[in-house]
């Protein structure tokens, strides 16, 4: 399945029905009057968040959203039918914005929440109701009011407790394997990681959602690499993990290259509390592993983990330290399950 993180779609809810013009013409009623019924009204248009939805690709083939018009009025002072209300399902975490992507109108951040996004117009008026002391027989009616519509941005940011950052080629998707139930795609080159991932952890009884991003790199606020659009995922995580290769050719220097993307991308994650991890220890002495540790405090790091995520070493310390950023019992609703087909290249063409 292919991942899909925003999407433009159209929106119209529906018109309300006309009202009737009509005269009772029954026997042994002299004179009659009017007896036209008002119309229905139109469908509104509503979201709905669900659980088992992690992607926005139903939304590449199905683009417009119009809900059905209110019934007619009719004689007799029938009401016309109100139209249903369209429901449009998107996964928890989607965010609704203005078509020029400056407002957030609607935020989706618990499996069932609902938000009527555009009501339906009013039913017209009937006949009947025109009907006066002086004025016994009203030919006027109204057509009904015309259904809202609008086009907005669905974007999906995916519900996590933690997130986990680094450069290309840190060990992220390695990690992640190890920890959770995450089937992540791993390679000996760059961006192995296309699309973000999601992995449950157990760890000490207590479970939390972990999301991995693909790696960031200089520039990437301006759009190096695939840039920092991913970086959406991780602004409602509680703690962040900062894998650094020990490998590398400076571990502090890649610290201080990922810290200055995310203050240039904004949205407090620069702010969010950060473990830092030198990972890949399996590769190096402990002697280079603590001096490497050194470097990274004296960079701005509060406290570094050396750990292997090919082995496992060092890792249990680092989930002790993530619980200690975590409620008894996380809030998050979302579930780690695949977010697409290994086999598949992900579209990132515009909708």
């Known amino acids: 399945m292919h991942f899909l993180d925003q999407a433009k779609i159209y929106l119209k809810s529906g018109a309300g029905g006309p009202g009737a013009v ?4 029954e026997k042994y009623i002299e004179y009659g009057g009017p007896d036209g019924g008002n119309g229905g009204k139109g469908g509104d248009i509503v979201f709905e968040a669900v659980q088992g939805l992690n992607t926005l690709i139903d939304f590449r083939y199905a683009q417009h959203f119009k809900a059905k018009r209110g ?47 555009l009501e ?29 519509e609008m086009w907005v941005w669905l974007r999906l940011k ?56 693909p790696g960031l790199i200089e520039g990437a606020a301006d759009g190096a690499g695939i840039g920092d ?43 969010k509390p950060q473990l830092v991890a030198l990972n890949k220890l399996d590769l190096a002495d402990e002697e280079l592993g603590q001096g490497f540790a050194e470097e990274l405090l004296a960079a701005g790091a509060d406290k570094v983990f050396n750990i292997s995520g090919a082995t496992g070493a060092g890792i249990s310390e680092l989930l002790d330290g993530v619980l200690a950023y975590l409620p008894d019992r996380t809030s998050t609703e979302t579930h780690a399950e695949e977010v697409e087909d290994e086999g598949e290249e992900p579209d990132w063409s515009p909708i």
């Open 229 to 271: 659009r991913f970086l959406g995922h991780i602004e409602r995580c509680r703690v962040l993990i900062h894998l650094i290769d020990i490998s590398g050719d400076d571990p502090a220097e890649a610290y201080k290259t990922v810290n200055a993307e995310l203050e240039a991308y904004g949205s407090g994650l620069a702010d």
């Open 22 to 25: 009509s005269f009772r013409r």
């Open 158 to 213: 995916l519900l996590a407790d933690v997130g986990l950052l680094g450069l290309p080629n840190a060990g992220k998707s390695t990690f992640i394997n190890q920890v959770s139930n995450a089937k992540a795609k791993v390679g000996h080159y760059a961006f192995t990681t296309l699309v973000p991932k999601l992995g449950v952890v157990t760890h000490k009884g207590r479970e939390f959602v972990l999301a991995d991003i």
């Open 120 to 148: 339906g117009g009013m039913g017209g008026r009937g006949n009947a109701s025109y009907k006066t002391s002086t004025n016994r027989a009203p030919r006027q009616h109204q057509p009904g009011e015309p259904g809202e």
């Open 71 to 117: 019934e007619h009025g009719q004689g007799k002072d029938r009401t016309g039918a109100g139209a249903p209300d369209l429901v449009i399902k998107v996964p928890v975490g989607t965010q609704v914005l203005s078509e020029d992507k400056e407002e957030v109108l609607a935020d989706f951040t618990e499996v069932g929440q609902q938000v009527v996004f």
